[in-house]
């Protein structure tokens, strides 16, 4: 089973604390881990894609890291606005023959950031 | 920027009803897919397609059917709407290339069938 898990399920912060998303998955054959932004009732928009050989990627007050050995990858929040209040998605871009290119994701962190 | 754009943001349907849902995309990425998302069981794939006329059943294909007569679209078929199939729908589509190899999702359509 190609599990991605996500902890916490929700998280409410006060603005301006820093604050770290965790995902797990349980499947090493990983083409890339990719973060996604969910905004209510919307699509979702792609934060960071941290490829296979990398180990970690950067935007702005974003930093995501991805450990394969231990099957883990961190989104790491600085200085949290309320701004980026949202869900947070993880998921793992598959590179086994049978379902190569195919992405699997967690159920997500739905992040409150309150004034 | 890449643009996945899908027919209807809403769309209501009775039982029984044929639909179609239509993603297009402007960026000829090979790869397209279609989701549906439910609150607490996350984004399950129904559909995925790699290339023109080919398609491969996800891990809900059931009650779907797709198609992809050109690269830039896929649609998604709904061949007798049933109140389960209520949800959100998402297409998404992706590239090989390494370097743009991010998958972008268009933004949703919200189905209702009464």
């Known amino acids: 089973k190609q599990e991605v898990t996500q902890i916490p399920a929700a998280l409410s912060v006060p603005e301006g604390e820093n604050l770290v998303l965790n995902c797990s998955f349980t499947d090493s054959a990983i083409y890339n881990l990719q973060w996604f932004r969910q905004d209510p009732g919307k699509g979702l928009t792609s934060l960071l894609l941290i490829q296979s050989s990398q180990r970690e990627q950067t935007s702005g007050r974003l930093n995501a890291s991805l450990d394969k050995s231990s099957g883990r990858s961190t989104l790491y929040i600085a200085a949290s606005q309320p701004g980026d209040s949202a869900t947070y998605l993880c998921?793992?871009?598959?590179?086994?023959?049978?379902?190569?290119?195919?992405?699997?994701f967690g159920r997500g962190t739905q992040l409150t950031v309150w004034p | 920027d890449v643009k996945v754009t899908q027919s209807s943001r809403y769309l209501v349907k009775r039982t029984g009803e044929k639909v179609f849902l239509e993603c297009v995309q402007d960026?000829?990425?090979?790869?397209m897919f279609w989701y549906r998302q439910d609150p607490g069981l996350g984004l399950r794939l129904i559909y995925f397609?790699?290339?023109?006329?080919?398609?491969e059943k996800g891990d809900i294909p059931e009650g779907y059917s797709v198609s992809r007569e050109k690269k830039e679209r896929f649609s998604l078929i709904l061949e007798s709407a049933s109140t389960n199939q209520t949800s959100m729908y998402l297409c998404a589509s992706t590239t090989w290339d390494r370097s743009t190899d991010t998958q972008y999702f268009g933004p949703g359509t919200r189905l209702t069938v009464l």
């Open positions: 397609s790699y290339d023109v006329k080919m398609k």
């Open positions: 960026m000829d990425h090979e790869n």
């Open positions: 998921a793992r871009r598959s590179s086994r023959g049978s379902t190569l290119g195919r992405l699997y």
